[in-house]
């Protein structure tokens, strides 16, 4: 199928993406389940693992992921370029382009933990119009989709209505929360992960590699790719 059916005018805030259809969210769902089943067949068993240049985990589940990602994606959408965490680029020039990291948590994957994904987006004219999320071991699949919202197993999430760093969880690797911790001791306790409920509205609500929660600036040698959440509305 050609990701080239869409349908809607806007998503109000770039007039040059229109939302995908219905077709390629579901095509990219399946695509994502079927690569995440693949890696939770080796998930758990002796696996051929080296060191990338600078030093992070991959492994030969990670490039096989790749693989299937690469030849199934482009029969969603041809014409897109490709930007991977494993593999050298392609097409980065191209309208729209599939942005993929095979197993976004090497580390907890190797390590046995439940804590890795599959993670696929598509942008077009810069802006992503759909991406997918699914953690196998937990059974957790989030879809977004340009002007149509998140959902978590076809239910839709949003952020909390919080809007102070008290009592917010903070993930992030264990390294680096300890770093955290130790220049913003004020900080609610790092955990090492965010564990989801079932019908939670809580989401992820900001992702910073130059700036730590609360607006502090990070210095030039401390820079935390931290995701952290406030805690869930109140009902």
Same mark, same amino acid.
């Given at each position: ?11 109000? *805030? ?7 259809? *219905? ?45 299937l990602l690469r030849r199934e994606l482009a029969m969603i959408a041809p014409d897109a370029g490709w930007l991977s ?18 197993? $976004? ?9 439940? $804590? ?8 077009? /004219? ?18 977004? /989709? ?17 809007? /102070? ?18 220049? /913003? ?11 989801w409920r079932c019908g939670s509205p809580a989401s992820p609500t900001a992702r910073s590699t *130059? ?25």
């Amino acid at each position: 199928m050609n990701g080239d059916d869409r349908e809607g005018a806007g998503d109000g *805030s770039n007039p040059l993406v229109r939302p995908p259809s *219905s077709a390629l969210c579901a095509s990219l769902e399946a695509v994502v389940r079927g690569a995440g089943a693949l890696a939770r067949e080796a998930f758990g068993k002796p696996i051929k693992t080296w060191l990338k240049e600078r030093g992070s985990p991959v492994t030969e589940i990670d490039m096989a992921v790749d693989a299937l990602l690469r030849r199934e994606l482009a029969m969603i959408a041809p014409d897109a370029g490709w930007l991977s965490e494993e593999t050298p680029p392609a097409g980065l020039a191209a309208p729209r382009l599939w942005i993929v990291d095979p197993i $976004d948590g090497t580390r907890a994957f190797i390590g046995g933990q439940p $804590d890795w994904t599959v993670s696929v987006a598509l942008v077009e /004219a810069g802006r992503p119009i759909v991406a997918a999320l699914y953690a196998p071991v937990t059974e957790e699949f989030f879809l977004a /989709a340009a002007g149509a919202g998140a959902r978590r197993n076809g239910i839709p999430i949003s952020v909390s209505r919080g809007d /102070a760093i008290a009592g917010a969880r903070i993930a992030g690797p264990k390294s680096l929360l300890d770093r955290l911790g130790a220049v /913003a001791p004020t900080l609610p306790p790092c955990r090492a992960c965010i564990r989801w409920r079932c019908g939670s509205p809580a989401s992820p609500t900001a992702r910073s590699t *130059s700036h730590l929660p609360g607006g502090m600036p990070a210095t030039g040698t401390l820079r935390l790719p931290i995701f952290w959440c406030t805690k869930p509305a109140a009902r």
